[in-house]
């Protein structure tokens, strides 16, 4: 065991960890809402997780009522002598907006309030000094991050405080910083979320999770996008670079995965190095928070 590292254990047959997905791709406001590509993004996502030996629940297109009693649920089942994990993880995938929330299927909640306020040391005592790891897909404003791309084909974005200053030993990981826009692949999902299961299935033998961070930030950044403006109609040249936040994280974490070694299939995907990748993207109408329509 490294010193200062958080416990994990992966013997046996026990699962050391608990994950809810949570992916909301159809909304009430109307079908040109609708996220195409999150599909695949949680089948990413779960297949990392699983080879991470997390046992994970799947969620979809719930309600916010729906959606807080599934945290609560997922919270509660950690509680009591022989549930007892040594890490947990949250995903969502929704749109989202610059106030911090995101949409169910019928309302908006409140990310610190609704997600990351359920796992403080108050409200989920068992997971108390161990770490917690939460994933957002999804827009926290509409600004880009300009590039200069000369080729490509459009993206989508992924748009739409109760005090959680108790929660600590958790690893937010966001798939835009505060005030821009997330990307997303009408097809081959998006480029946060893909790019989180290349390099964690790649490195997680024998990465501290922060190194993986920063790699996934490393690879994001030399990715190219185009976006189009829906007011103009013009594709604008963007990167989406993402955001990692730290509360209380206060030891290494390395994740350990089931397999002797997890890899992950590359046939589809170019050499890393310097050169820049490019996004082909198909054009809908965003991630944003939708506006509301007057009647």
Request: hydrophobic share 30%; net charge positive.
């Amino acid at each position: 065991e490294t010193l200062g590292a958080y416990h994990i254990d992966a013997s046996g047959s026990r699962k050391s960890g608990r994950a809810l997905i949570i992916n909301i791709n159809e909304f009430e406001n109307g079908a040109e809402m609708k996220r195409n590509g999150s599909a695949v993004d949680v089948e990413n996502m779960h297949s990392l997780l699983e080879d991470l030996n997390f046992e994970v629940v799947v969620e979809r297109n719930l309600k916010k009522n729906d959606i807080i009693r599934e945290i609560m649920k997922f919270t509660e089942k950690m509680e009591g002598k022989g549930n007892e994990k040594d890490i947990c993880a949250v995903c969502i995938m929704s749109h989202g907006n610059s106030k911090n929330q995101f949409m169910a299927h019928d309302k908006l909640l409140n990310i610190e309030e609704d997600v990351l306020g359920r796992f403080s040391n108050q409200n989920c005592s068992a997971m108390k000094g161990k770490p917690k790891l939460f994933f957002f897909q999804c827009c926290r404003g509409g600004k880009k991050d300009h590039t200069i791309v000369t080729e490509g084909k459009s993206m989508v974005s992924d748009g739409t405080r109760s005090d959680s200053s108790n929660l600590n030993d958790a690893l937010i990981a966001w798939a835009s910083p505060p005030g821009f826009l997330a990307l997303r692949n009408v097809k081959k999902g998006s480029p946060f979320i893909q790019t989180v299961c290349e390099v964690f299935k790649t490195h997680a033998k024998s990465e501290e999770v922060l190194d993986m961070c920063r790699l996934v930030t490393e690879q994001m950044y030399d990715m190219e996008h185009k976006l189009k403006n829906e007011e103009t109609n013009i594709e604008d040249d963007v990167k989406n670079v993402p955001s990692f936040e730290m509360r209380g994280l206060m030891k290494r974490l390395y994740l350990k995965p089931k397999s002797p070694k997890v890899t992950t299939d590359t046939t589809d995907t170019e050499p890393q190095g310097k050169k820049k990748r490019k996004s082909s993207m198909k054009q809908s109408n965003g991630e944003c928070q939708p506006k509301k329509r007057k009647r």
